[in-house]
């Protein structure tokens, strides 16, 4: 049994692993700052005794005897890290050195939850993780892409003068039960849009593409990458199969049996055109793959939404 700080653990990423570390019998340490993280969602482990949860800021020092961190905090939609960018800037910043602190006084293996984005709208397709990306360092989605690259360099800079043991995530976007309906992400807007009878808000013109990864998939990539001993560089974990928005929204409405229409809406500025993982590396070093098709995922997170409507 490990002792396994999960900061983010409210969020919809974390709170699926906490459900996941606690289940294999390891103690969980879940913190949050209740951002964008909801109670509802570690609600059902409350009660475990190998569950704990602390209201806490990762931007301000902590001090835990844990095994394994695994960093998940930070506002993951768009609309939620914008609301207040130089606080989502401090939480990958000055949040990530205090949880490196954290794990190189303990000798605990830090996980950190980096992200696609750090591709920004990337020109090489597939991205590969020797990609070093495209993004704009003053624009809105800057305050993500460049404090989760802040984060990435930090991470190895521990490594290589301190020698912590670190893992770095590169994580697609993801999808499934649990993500906040109102946080304003492609798949929570057109399923929660489709089953009000509301217009599916597609912006632009819906030719843009992402990769959606299932959420069980996801985590278990990130458990894997983990639990294995070697000190990797960083690993795309997503799902490779891409669509456009309007197959998004097509495969949506038919699901669903919604009968709403289209609403074309601006592109937000600095929008990715494509998206794609190539996930050679997670495939060699960790034997990991998505199983589950955006057909069946869509199911279930439909099942999710209907019943907490
Ligand atoms: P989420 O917003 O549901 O969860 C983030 C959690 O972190 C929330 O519970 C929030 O309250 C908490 N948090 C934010 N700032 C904090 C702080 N300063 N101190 C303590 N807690 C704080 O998002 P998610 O989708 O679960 O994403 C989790 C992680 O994975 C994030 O780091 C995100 O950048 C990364 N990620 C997610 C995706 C995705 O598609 N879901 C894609 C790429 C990267
Ligand atoms: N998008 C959309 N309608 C929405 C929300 C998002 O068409 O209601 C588009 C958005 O412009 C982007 C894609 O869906 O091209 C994915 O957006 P999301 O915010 O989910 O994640 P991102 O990958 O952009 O961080």
Redesign the pocket.
């Known amino acids: 049994m490990s002792t396994i700080l999960v900061t983010g653990g409210a969020g919809f990423l974390g709170s699926h692993l906490c459900e996941r570390l606690i289940a294999r019998g390891d103690e969980v340490l879940c913190l949050d700052n209740f951002f964008t993280g909801r109670k509802v969602n570690i609600e059902h482990l409350l009660t475990h005794p190998r569950f704990e949860l602390i209201r806490h800021d990762i931007v301000h020092e902590i001090f835990l005897e844990v095994d394994q961190v695994y960093n998940m905090a930070c506002p993951?939609?768009?609309?939620a890290y914008q609301f207040n960018p130089i606080k989502t800037i401090k939480t990958s910043t000055v949040g990530m050195v205090n949880m490196l602190g954290l794990a190189k006084r303990c000798h605990a293996r830090i996980l950190q939850a980096s992200t696609?984005?750090v591709y920004g709208d990337p020109l090489v397709h597939p991205q590969r993780e020797d990609y070093w990306g495209h993004v704009n360092p003053l624009g809105p989605?800057s305050c993500y892409d460049e404090g989760k690259r802040v984060a990435e360099s930090l991470c190895m800079n521990y490594h290589l003068e301190h020698q912590v043991e670190i893992r770095i995530v590169r994580i697609f976007?993801t999808y499934g039960p649990r993500m906040d309906p109102g946080d304003?992400?492609?798949?929570?807007?057109?399923i929660n849009?489709a089953l009000r009878g509301e217009p599916?808000?597609?912006?632009?013109d819906?030719q843009?593409?992402?990769s959606f990864c299932y959420v069980d998939d996801l985590v278990n990539g990130l458990m894997r990458l983990m639990d294995q001993d070697q000190t990797v560089g960083p690993v795309n974990i997503g799902n490779p199969h891409e669509f456009t928005?309007l197959e998004?929204?097509e495969e949506v409405l038919r699901q669903t049996g919604s009968s709403s229409k289209l609403q074309h809406?601006p592109?937000?500025k600095d929008?990715?055109?494509q998206?794609c993982p190539d996930i050679s590396r997670a495939r060699e070093f960790l034997q990991w793959e998505p199983k589950t098709p955006l057909r069946e995922g869509l199911e279930k997170t439909i099942a999710y939404y209907r019943e907490v409507m």
């Open positions: 993951a939609s768009p609309q696609s984005e989605r976007n304003g992400r492609v798949v929570s807007n057109f849009q599916l808000t597609v912006f632009g819906g843009q593409t992402r928005m998004l929204a809406l592109l937000p929008d990715p055109q998206r």
